[in-house]
């Protein structure tokens, strides 16, 4: 079994940064591509990007490329989300997920291990 504990969330200014960090714990050997999800409420939960398990293949939502960096420390067997110029409108939970195959997908019923969210919340 695998465990994701995320961190990172708070509370910040429209255009101001957040690292959000994702603990991996158990069975990480499993693990192959990963990425971030986050939740708006009333709203699906929606990708916001991937990375593979080597970390050398990305994948970014448009309304977060060229502001979010996603990355990855096997060694600490931690997932990374540097986020940027946020917005108001990035306000969400973020997940983290994890998957036992190798592609970089953005369909959250692909992810086999989910986290239990970090609550970003951005102010105008």
């Known amino acids: 079994q695998v465990q994701l504990v995320e961190s990172g969330g708070g509370v910040v200014q429209a255009g101001g940064s957040l690292r959000l960090s994702c603990a991996a714990s158990g069975r990480t050997s499993s693990l192959y591509a990963m990425g971030w999800f986050r939740q708006a409420p009333g709203k699906e939960r929606d990708f916001v990007a991937g990375?593979?398990?080597?970390?050398?293949?990305?994948s970014y939502s448009d309304s977060v490329k060229d502001r979010f960096t996603i990355s990855r420390d096997n060694a600490k067997n931690t997932l990374y989300l540097q986020m940027n110029s946020l917005k108001p409108e990035d306000t969400a939970v973020y997940y983290c997920?994890?998957?036992?195959?190798?592609?970089?997908?953005?369909?959250?019923?692909?992810?086999?291990?989910w986290g239990q969210g970090t609550q970003v919340t951005v102010s105008s």
């Open positions: 990375i593979s398990r080597s970390g050398t293949s990305t």
């Open positions: 997920a994890a998957r036992k195959l190798l592609a970089v997908v953005s369909t959250h019923t692909d992810y086999d291990y």
